[in-house]
């Protein structure tokens, strides 16, 4: 199956994504990166089968609906918008669209979701423990915290009671502190770490490079291929 796909956001992961789609027998048919390049080239859309949305959190809802608009299914793996995510999903399904989001596409983060549920869950008994995470990414990342550590975040607290919100200030009761770090060349890591006054427990995920989130991105966009409705990794991963 080759399939014709747009990108909209050429930044590094647009050219990473470039790479590994056509090493896997896909077309880039349109390459969206400013307004002006919709004005020139938002036809071309038309012919795509598959938008690849990664870009900003300013731009990514008007690039969505964009896509629902001219029935182009999409994959976005833009963060910072989380919170219009239902909105969206309700307007995606209401128009009999198609969405694919990921707030990581690497099947290893996903894959260390699940162990960071199960930690949580074991963890849950053991009061003297506080949660902390720490994410670090490159200078360039706008959001912080990182959708990853958020999701981490929201997940640690469904499945421990005393847990209520997670925060970027000073660790209170019931709050899982998030620490952002932004470093040169660094493609993402995150740390959650259960600590008492005796010893503490720590699962680590480092990212080598972005072709691991853009191998994740090019197989969500085959997934996505002739579906209609919300998907995410879950789904690609059959881990629901």
């Known amino acids: 199956m080759s399939l014709k796909i747009a990108l909209l956001g050429y930044g590094k992961m647009g050219k ?15 390459k969206v990166d400013s307004e002006s390049d919709w004005l020139e080239n938002s036809i071309d859309l038309q012919i795509a089968d598959v938008a690849l949305e990664f870009t900003t959190p300013g731009t990514v809802i008007n690039n969505l609906y964009k896509c629902f608009e001219s029935s182009i299914p999409v ?27 990921g707030s990581n596409f690497s099947i290893s983060v996903n894959i260390f979701f699940e162990i960071n549920k199960m930690l949580a869950r074991l ?16 200078l360039t990342k706008i959001d912080a915290p990182s959708g990853t550590a958020i999701v981490l975040a929201n997940d640690i607290i469904t499945n ?10 000073a660790q209170k009761s019931g709050e899982i502190a998030i620490k952002s770090v932004r470093e040169e060349n660094v493609p993402g890591t995150h740390v959650v ?18 072709r691991g989130f853009a191998l994740g991105a090019i197989m969500a966009a085959e ?9 995410t990794m879950k789904d690609l991963l059959n881990l629901r």
Do not use: P
Request: net charge negative; charged share 30%.
């Open 75 to 101: 994959v976005c793996g833009t963060t910072g918008w989380i919170s219009q995510f239902d909105e969206i999903s309700k307007v995606c399904i209401e128009r009999n669209q198609s969405l694919f989001y």
């Open 223 to 231: 997934f996505l291929h002739g579906k209609k409705g919300v998907f």
């Open 160 to 169: 421990m009671e005393r847990m209520e919100k997670w925060s970027d200030n």
């Open 16 to 30: 990473e994504l470039e790479r590994i789609a056509i090493e896997r027998g896909h077309e880039i048919v349109i």
């Open 193 to 210: 770490t259960y600590e008492s006054a005796h010893d503490s427990i720590e699962i680590r995920h480092t990212a080598k490079s972005r």
């Open 123 to 138: 963890m849950n008994e053991f009061g003297e423990y506080d949660v902390n995470i720490e994410e670090i990414h490159h």
